[in-house]
């Protein structure tokens, strides 16, 4: 079973910056292309960037031109680069695959963006 771990959320103001991270277990990293979601509250889960194994990266358009996934496959880890941070962005952040693996969702890193 993959487990997943994020961290690195936290409370920013509106135009700040925080970087996630999601570390993954079984050396599975390079094998799938991985995501970061996010659910705010009373939301349903949204993906909102895609990085396949090449490193290509898909973004929604939310949050197109102020995020950026990264992956280290030495690592098993996935990073969220958020930049210009909006009170929209406001959500529980969580990582897995693209399409994501059933069971295998981790407890999240809150992102509380003040305006």
């Known amino acids: 079973q993959v487990q997943l771990v994020e961290s690195g959320g936290g409370l920013v103001q509106s135009g700040g910056s925080l970087r996630l991270s999601c570390a993954t277990s079984?050396?599975?990293?390079?094998?799938?292309?991985m995501g970061w979601y996010r659910q705010g509250l009373g939301e349903q889960r949204e993906l909102v960037a895609t990085i396949i194994s090449g490193g290509s990266a898909v973004y929604a358009d939310s949050v197109k031109g102020r995020f950026t996934i990264s992956r280290d496959n030495a690592k098993n880890t996935v990073y969220l680069q958020m930049n210009n941070l909006k009170p929209e962005d406001t959500a529980v952040y969580y990582c897995?695959?693209?399409?994501?693996?059933?069971?295998?969702w981790g407890q999240g890193t809150q992102v509380t963006v003040s305006s």
């Open positions: 079984g050396g599975i990293l390079s094998l799938l292309a």
């Open positions: 897995n695959a693209v399409p994501m693996i059933a069971g295998s």
